[in-house]
């Protein structure tokens, strides 16, 4: 079954009711997660960072990144409200941290057991090991990140899911963990990683949901897709061609005022998208070509067997003119249609007779 995280992120606006709000939709969609993100704005960015063009596209052009992750944390208290909201709805909640003090929220608070890593802290070591030490199952986002970059990532995740606390992080370190049996086969058990393209919207021609394949191959790990293009055909897609996960950024409504709404689906949208990815998988079935059971009730009237369509007696030869392949199926298969030519019949038949030599 498919993993389907509902990405509220910060599309609550910094409002803990539409928070609420938010975890109900992806309940009613039928989601698996609901998934918010976690910082506190000034261990986050400086004062001079600014905004991505998306980000201004929905937001005030003249304030600062600072300025706009501000209005958009999340209290401690909130963070304890919504997932016991979850619990009660019986949907998982789930978070991104993106600074030391917010993960340690999440794992030591909160008690989360499954963690995201953005696309954007791939490259950010000390953080990504930060996560694996906690032990939690990871979903690794791969956005804007090259195959070096996201073995290099790897490498810090091995490490420390098997380095004792006081062994000294270093690049030799991680790469002796992730040449280890031990580090590879926990790679394998707790880590997940999603294609990403990092854009939004993201072009349609910069999807590349092949590279899924690749990164299959290349890591041997669960692939899935976190996606950022307009609508829900891609991330369909995405599971037809075998995504194991799929994360969408969805809000209330795309005319609010937010870095993320313009490119979120809209309640009904993400309901539409949760069935379409859940008939998809259903749809996939097996490897293996064979007759499905529902198929073969109508073997009978949609294939054709041997007849005669002349009055054939015993000891007549079987000819192009008195035998011809007509419906219905459940006579001798027109396979052997030259094995009886010109043969001797051992029967009569009368004209719409199955043929049975």
């Known amino acids: 079954m498919t993993l389907i995280i509902a990405e509220a992120g910060v599309n609550h606006n910094g409002n803990e009711e539409l928070a609420f709000q938010l975890i109900d939709e992806a309940f009613k969609a039928g989601a698996d997660i609901v998934k918010f993100q976690t910082f506190k704005a000034k261990d986050l960015v400086t004062s001079k960072a600014q905004k991505a063009a998306y980000q201004v596209i929905g937001s005030s052009a003249n304030e600062s990144q600072l300025e706009m992750l501000s209005r958009l944390e999340l209290s401690h208290e909130t963070h304890h409200k919504l997932i016991a909201h979850c619990k009660q709805l019986g949907i998982e909640f789930m978070s991104t941290a993106f600074d030391s003090k917010s993960l340690d929220f999440l794992i030591n608070d909160l008690g989360l057991t499954r963690l995201k890593i953005p696309s954007g802290e791939i490259t950010n070591a000390p953080l990504v ?31 420390g899911y098997t380095a004792d606390l006081n062994a000294k992080p270093s690049v030799a370190a991680f790469s002796k963990a992730l040449s280890s049996e031990a580090g590879l086969s926990v790679l394998k058990q707790k880590v997940s990683l999603l294609h990403c393209t990092t854009e939004y919207p993201a072009p349609l021609k910069e999807v590349n949901l092949r590279a899924m394949e690749h990164m299959a191959t290349e890591f041997g790990l669960p692939i899935g897709y976190s996606d950022h293009t307009e609508g829900v055909t891609i991330a369909i897609a995405a599971v037809a061609r075998g ?18 709404h313009k490119s979120s689906l809209e309640p009904d949208e993400l309901a539409i998208m949760v069935k379409s990815i859940r008939d998809t ?24 067997s041997l007849v005669a369509v002349k009055e054939i007696l015993k000891g007549e030869n079987f000819t192009s003119d008195n035998m011809s ?13 030259w094995a009886l030519l010109n043969s001797v019949s051992a029967n009569s038949y009368k004209v719409g007779d199955l043929i049975f030599e």
């Not at 995504?243 to 993320?260: N, S, V, Y």
């Not at 392949?325 to 249609?337: A, C, D, E, K, L």
């Open 243 to 260: 995504a194991l996960i799929i994360e969408k950024h969805f809000t209330l409504d795309r005319a609010m005022e937010g870095p993320d």
């Open 129 to 159: 090991l930060e996560y694996a030490r906690s032990k939690c199952d990871l979903i690794v986002s791969t956005g804007m990140a090259t195959i070096s970059e996201i073995w290099a990532a790897l490498g810090v995740i091995a490490f």
């Open 281 to 304: 998988q259903c749809a996939l079935g097996r490897y293996h070509k064979q007759p499905q059971p529902s198929e073969l009730n109508n073997i009978t009237a949609a294939r054709k």
């Open 325 to 337: 392949v007509m419906r219905p199926g459940n006579g001798v298969s027109p396979i052997n249609y």
